[in-house]
């Protein structure tokens, strides 16, 4: 069950407003209505008190207000002081280049929507010296059809990309092969903290339903982050990312 402080039950504001009353009614403000007195006739007595406890009533709650607000004043500098002391963090980056895959080839030829994936090369680094890690990571994507949603999936670390097919050699072996693994942000960022002054580099993997796939290439990329906070966080929009090149060399399984 959940109960009141000390400090703002109803009792302790009428032991408060009572101090602050009869201070008032006994103090400097009854000095005036005293002299007062001595000069008016007894019909008017009962006028003249009635007044002195209506403005005791006005100042005792001018009192309490202006004695209250200085406290809130001062609770929220000390706030303002320890959030400079203690700044949140702030996520910046950039999308470096792209990759949209089809779940079904077939899909291009026919000239149609459908789902898609898309790997994201993204750089991110944090501004401020309050380190943190990074809960989980968010994609919009703006074309021509308007803004489309996007699943994160991860498990970006289970896909290469062949940057140069090679060629077979008089021994029949593959030769001059180069292939890139792609390292996983959201892993590596979930638990190694994003600190100032360090960039951090790697690959996101997503999903989007129902899309144009050289529209989406061509489209606007937003990128959000949630810290460990629980802060959102606009880390870039991109129009037109770099698409990559290479071969991807995976086996799309939703």
Known sequence: MQTRSKATNFRSFLAAFAANWLATVSGGLSVPFAFLALYVSNGYQKTLWGTLTLAGLVTAS???????????????AELETE???NPRPVLRGDIEQIYVAVYKEADLTRNKNCDVQLYVRTVVHNESSCQT?????????????GLHATEHLGQVGKTCIQVKPGYQDSCGGLSGRE???????????????????????????????????????????????????????????????????????RHLDG
């Open 179 to 249: 292939i890139e693994y792609m390292n996983d942000l959201a892993l590596s960022t979930a638990s190694d903290p994003v600190v100032l002054g360090i960039h951090r580099e790697g690959w996101l993997r997503f999903k989007a339903c129902g899309v144009d796939p050289p529209a989406v290439e061509q489209g606007t990329y937003l990128l959000t982050a949630t810290d460990s906070f629980g802060h959102l966080h606009q880390v870039c929009s991109r129009k037109s990312p770099p698409v990559g090149t290479g071969e991807l060399l």
């Open 83 to 85: 959030r400079a002391k």
């Open 62 to 76: 001018y009192r309490l207000w202006s004695e209250k607000s200085r406290e809130l004043e001062r609770a929220t």
């Open 133 to 145: 890690t990074i809960r989980n990571f968010g994609l919009g994507v703006e074309d021509v059809a």
